[in-house]
């Protein structure tokens, strides 16, 4: 049992009520906040009938004497909360069940994929980027769920050494550039240079300028090796009023708090100065040899299954499941040059891009 759980055993017994109904992911202890006055439900956690009853419950079920019997404190939690709060709960749950299922074949065919991937000696490198809190690493590990540990890496590069920033700016990249049969997902890549470096005044304007130009150029030459490196860029875009959300759950939840960077901080602020940063990467660095994909993040679910389709049709490998659905929803996954196009109409009609 974890320190918070001995301390306020109500939170154990929530636990205990809603795992038989297979909801443990919903309600739990980092779903709540421990203050002076209590404990506090997060206000961005499940329905809001439910949060009520479930605060209720804790109030009056939540045993003076930390000895209480747990099992009687369990039923006691159980009686305060109605059966209408015990049916939203239990919505949510099917829900979160439901779409962890509905991601099981394609992750299945993602074991394929790399297991061809092996056989063939063929590598794979994939670019996740975007804006902050746009959902890249929770995608990533939905991605790796299942597949072969030896046979994949995520890479997070920190901040750059001293000795690093006398170097070639993607050469800490290459460094960890995936062997024959391997697969190099960065949680944020070398893009950073075109995205968050300049913003936020990491590096000069003649570093980013060198960059811009560069780049395309040093992508075409680790390309040109008959075709065994697969390079695949997505670009993560979530709207500024859902980024916020999940900023406040971030600084709400003590299990989330470490996500809160300096950049993070800023990021609302600097919400237009991103924007015009992204319209000069898809108009400088979307190409036909290494193409960019917007990915539409505010439905986490559905950027986690169309990026999962999205990668799975950059190979033909042997074994492919022909009765899975695996054609990209174009509401979701947005090819890099009608993005830009879209940004265009944005700028001329409202005077800044919007997306």
């Known amino acids: 049992m974890s320190d918070i759980h001995a301390n306020y055993p109500a939170l154990k017994a929530i636990e205990e009520f809603v795992r038989p109904h297979r909801i443990h992911r919903i309600v739990h202890a980092s779903d709540f906040t421990v203050s002076g006055k209590g404990i506090v439900m997060n206000a961005t956690t499940g329905q809001n009938g439910a949060i009520g009853q479930i605060k209720y419950a804790i109030r009056k079920a939540e045993p003076k004497s930390k000895s209480a019997d747990p099992k009687r404190q369990i039923q006691k939690i159980q009686d305060h909360l109605r059966k209408r709060d015990k049916e939203e709960i239990l919505s949510d749950a099917l829900k979160f069940h439901y779409e962890a299922e509905e991601l099981k074949p394609y992750q299945v065919e993602l074991i394929k994929l790399q297991r061809h991937l092996e056989n063939t000696g063929k590598k794979m490198v994939i670019l996740f980027d975007g804006r902050d809190a746009s959902g890249k690493g929770g995608t990533i590990r939905r991605i790796t769920r299942y597949m072969n540990e030896k046979r994949y890496r995520v890479v997070a590069l920190g901040k750059p050494t001293e000795e690093q920033k006398t170097e070639l700016h993607i050469k800490r990249y290459i460094e960890h550039f995936p062997r024959a049969g391997e697969v190099v997902l960065f949680d944020r890549s070398w893009y950073n240079r075109a995205l968050v470096e300049p913003v936020m005044g990491f590096c000069t304007e003649d570093q980013y300028r060198r960059f811009m130009k560069k780049v395309v150029s040093y992508e075409q030459n680790f390309l040109e090796d008959g075709g065994r490196t697969i390079l695949l860029k997505l670009y993560f875009s979530v709207t500024k009023e859902e980024q916020k959300k999940r900023f406040e759950r971030r600084k709400n939840d003590p299990l989330r708090q470490w996500k809160l960077s300096e950049v993070d901080l800023q990021a609302q602020n600097l919400w237009d100065e991103i924007t015009e940063k992204k ?33 799975l049709n950059q190979v033909t490998y042997k074994g492919r499941n022909r009765e899975l659905d695996l054609a990209v929803d174009p509401a979701i996954v947005i090819p890099g040059d009608k993005e830009l196009q879209l940004m265009k109409k944005q700028l001329k009609k409202y005077g800044k891009s919007l997306v």
Do not use: C, G, Q, Y
């Open 279 to 311: 319209f000069m990467l898809l108009k400088k660095t979307h190409t036909e040899i290494s193409p960019w994909w917007v990915i539409r993040s505010d439905n986490k679910h559905l950027a986690r299954r169309e990026t999962m389709k999205l990668i």
